[in-house]
């Protein structure tokens, strides 16, 4: 076979065929698939999520959501008016820190604020958020990230429940409290919880859905010392 001028065989061609359409591929790979996902960022060559600024006193970090959208303007906004708050602070107990998740097309991004309450009791509350970046990177709401699972909010305050139950029988079987004195709807009204529907924060973590939910963890038991910020993060699988 003649190529160019060039004398070669069929197999060398056929190799050479194969490692042009391989290249082409990989290149319409990384420009048009990964380069469409990239189209949102502000910044291009930083993450989803990157770290805006932390605090040393206060174990601050707040990020920034770098998505060309309104709505990431708003929020990164939002944070930003909350600056002076964490920058001031000296604590670790007045503080917000993120994590952030990207799974296929979905960026999930949960921010964890801790603070003192009137009693001066260590409180950790949630707001998470998920952009589909299929979509516009815009924010899915409640309904569509359960449609995305085939869960309904029902089968959700479920699963709480058979997970707060858990966290009540290890209590009880390491003698924190009695389940004489304190059955479980008092182990409820002790975490101050009368619905599981109310407070849901949904975030999507490789694939997998999970609850961010705050509750009261101080009782006359001392329960604060059982309670850990990862007993607030319920995996739903």
């Known amino acids: ?15 050479l065929v194969i490692i042009i359409g391989v290249s082409i591929i990989c290149l319409i790979v990384k420009f048009v698939v990964v ?10 060559d930083k993450d989803y999520v990157y770290e805006l600024i932390s605090y040393k006193k206060s174990e601050s970090h707040v990020p920034y959501i770098n998505i060309d959208t309104d709505f990431a303007e708003r929020l990164n906004s939002e944070l930003k008016k909350l600056l002076s708050t964490y920058k001031n ?16 097309d979905k960026l999930s ?10 009693k001066d009791q260590l409180q950790f509350n949630f707001k998470t958020y998920v952009f589909d970046l299929s979509d516009g990177a815009r924010v ?5 990230i359960l449609d995305l699972f085939g869960v309904s909010q029902d089968d959700i305050v479920t699963i ?27 182990y409820l009204d ?48």
């Open 190 to 237: 002790l975490r101050e919880i009368s619905d599981f529907s109310e407070g849901i924060n949904y975030y999507i973590e490789n694939s997998k859905l999970v609850v961010y939910r705050s509750f009261q963890t101080y009782s006359i038991y001392q329960e604060e010392k059982y309670f850990t910020r990862n007993d607030f993060k319920f995996n739903m699988s």
């Open 109 to 118: 991004l949960v921010l964890i604020f801790k603070s003192l309450d009137s």
């Open 1 to 15: 076979m003649n190529l160019f001028g060039v004398e070669i065989n069929k197999k060398l061609f056929w190799a």
């Open 35 to 44: 380069g469409g996902e990239d189209k949102y960022k502000v910044v291009k």
């Open 160 to 186: 709480l429940d058979q997970k707060m139950k858990k966290k009540y029988k290890d209590e009880v079987e390491k003698k924190i409290l009695s389940s004489s004195e304190c059955n479980y709807d008092c």
């Open 140 to 144: 899915l709401s409640d309904k569509e």
């Open 89 to 104: 602070s000296t604590t670790s107990n007045n503080s917000i820190s993120y994590r952030y998740n990207l799974s296929d």
